[in-house]
T-cell receptor, first 116, second 113 residues
Framework: DAGVIQSPRHEVTEMGQEVTLRCKPISGHDYLFWYRQTMMRGLELLIYFNNNVPIDDSGMPEDRFSAKMPNASFSTLKIQPSEPRDSAVYFC??????????????FGPGTRLTVT | AQSVTQLGSHVSVSEGALVLLRCNYSSSVPPYLFWYVQYPNQGLQLLLKYTTGATLVKGINGFEAEFKKSETSFHLTKPSAHMSDAAEYFCAVTSNRDDKIIFGKGTRLHILP
């Protein structure tokens, strides 16, 4: 299995631009999580889905952030408009239902976002 | 609410020396506890986990951790450090009532030659 796939791996954009991050979870996994990692705040859970349905988006910092999961094999995290303080590494992780019971998450390699 | 505190954002040990990374948790329900490792430019990988049963758990790469309820701790140890152990380590907590995991701020482990 290829593991969790994220694209792009690096993104540099100017303030005010729209940014879309993409994630392909491991086939057969029912849960998908989006995290943000910064030096100041560590690893923060932004939102997670179960069977393509958003369950908890309380970690989404503000209305500029949105996430979708149109099908079991694809999710996007969009920032519009982007700001310099959004610069971070964004991770996607997935879990199969049984692994949720033991709480093992499989992380992608991350997207490093820089907003100038 | 659950939380995790990792003592020391940076830890340095000599190659061959004992590795000890400290983690204390707070949870009002029986916790499930984890250690994840993150190598440079990679995502997090599960090292080991405690859910129920034996309180001393063994993970990959020779690491182990002991759940001590009385001390609310879940410290990570390895008898002899290798250069390849240089990475960032995250302690995490959840419970059987949650789908999500709360991560600590991480401890960066440096291995000195």
């Amino acid at each position: 299995d290829a593991g969790v796939i994220q694209s792009p791996r690096h993104e540099v954009t100017e303030m005010g631009q729209e940014v879309t991050l993409r994630c392909k979870p491991i086939s057969g996994h029912d849960y998908l999580f989006w995290y943000r990692q910064t030096m100041m705040r560590g690893l923060e859970l932004l939102i997670y889905f179960n069977n393509n349905v958003p369950i908890d988006d309380s970690g989404m910092p503000e209305d500029r952030f949105s996430a979708k999961m149109p099908n079991a094999s694809f999710s996007t995290l969009k920032i519009q408009p982007s700001e310099p303080r959004d610069s971070a590494v964004y991770f996607c992780a997935s879990s199969p239902r049984l692994a949720v019971l033991t709480y093992e998450q499989y992380f992608g390699p991350g997207t490093r976002l820089t907003v100038t | 609410a659950q939380s995790v505190t990792q003592l020391g954002s940076h830890v340095s040990v000599s190659e061959g020396a004992l590795v000890l990374l400290r983690c204390n948790y707070s949870s009002s329900v029986p916790p499930y506890l984890f250690w994840y490792v993150q190598y440079p430019n990679q995502g997090l990988q599960l090292l080991l986990k405690y859910t129920t049963g034996a309180t001393l758990v063994k993970g990959i790469n020779g690491f182990e951790a002991e759940f001590k309820k009385s001390e609310t701790s879940f410290h990570l140890t390895k008898p002899s450090a290798h250069m390849s152990d240089a990475a960032e380590y995250f302690c995490a907590v959840t419970s059987n009532r949650d789908d999500k995991i709360i991560f600590g701020k991480g401890t960066r482990l440096h291995i000195l030659p």
